[in-house]
């Protein structure tokens, strides 16, 4: 049901501070998306901003209603976005992963980002807001974000915006599905087995000292599980440690 109703915005200042408006006044029904031809102040996660030439790019936010889901399996959620925006990718491109947390990257450059808000009340999710950002026709970037590329950049096609909208919103779709449903292992098995640098011996900084790790997989609270070269295992919670 993700994307059965499709709200076509022209200019918005993000798709997800007008969901969060909209909601204040209106009941909306779950899997309502929200989709801009123009962000002005188009928002990453922390203070970062998300950079979108106008009409090249899908930028959209959905509204859902995981009341199934305890706020406990919050990162559980964000594993099934991330798996629903990386199945449609694997679609035109290989060398899709997830970079922990919740950024889509081909080879080592970053094509989508996600921005998951929620709302909790009475120990439930009242209602979670996704952002999602994904780099389809733009060529050239001019943000100081590091690493961003696009489909075009990868493949040299142009694409048609409104069906590839029709057809990401089926794969996350069937991700939220398999959420709702209560089937995590799956969630869990596919995220572990398309997890950028997992196995792979590299630099990362905890605070202000450089070590080198290999990431083994994500612990049950969505920290991410780092093996350093003295054999200890280590869990990291977002922002306690920066990739290299
Ligand atoms: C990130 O990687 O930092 C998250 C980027 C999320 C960008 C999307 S674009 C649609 C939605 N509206 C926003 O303002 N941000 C998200």
Same mark, same amino acid.
């Given at each position: ?157 142009? $694409? ?15 991700? $939220? ?68």
């Amino acid at each position: 049901m993700i994307g059965s109703t499709i709200v076509r915005l022209d200019s918005v200042d993000s798709t997800n501070n007008y969901a969060a408006k909209e909601l204040l006044t209106k009941s909306l029904k779950e899997g309502t998306v929200f989709v801009a031809e123009c962000q002005q102040s188009g928002r990453g996660t922390g203070l970062s901003t998300w950079e979108s030439t106008d009409g090249l790019n899908l930028t959209f936010s959905i509204v859902l209603y995981p009341k199934q889901v305890a706020i406990s399996r919050q990162f559980s959620l964000s594993k099934a976005i991330s798996l629903g925006v990386a199945d449609f990718l694997a679609k035109y491109i290989g060398g899709v992963s997830i970079k922990w947390p919740n950024d889509i990257y081909v080879d080592n450059k970053k094509i989508a980002g996600i921005l998951i808000e929620t709302a909790i009340s009475g120990g439930k999710f009242t209602r979670v807001l996704v952002g999602i950002g994904l780099n389809i026709n733009q060529e050239i970037f001019i943000s100081d974000a590091p690493n961003p590329v696009s489909l075009k950049n990868l493949t040299g096609e142009t $694409y048609e915006l409104s069906q590839m909208l029709t057809d990401l919103c089926a794969c996350l779709g069937n991700r $939220y599905r398999s959420l709702i449903s209560g089937d995590y292992s799956i969630l869990e098995h596919d995220y572990g087995e398309i997890l950028y640098l997992k196995g792979i011996w590299t630099n990362y900084r905890e605070q202000n000292s450089v070590f080198e790790g290999k990431i083994l997989g994500i612990e049950g609270d969505g920290r991410l599980q780092i093996e350093t070269r003295k054999g200890e295992v280590r869990g990291f919670y977002f922002k306690e440690v920066a990739f290299l």
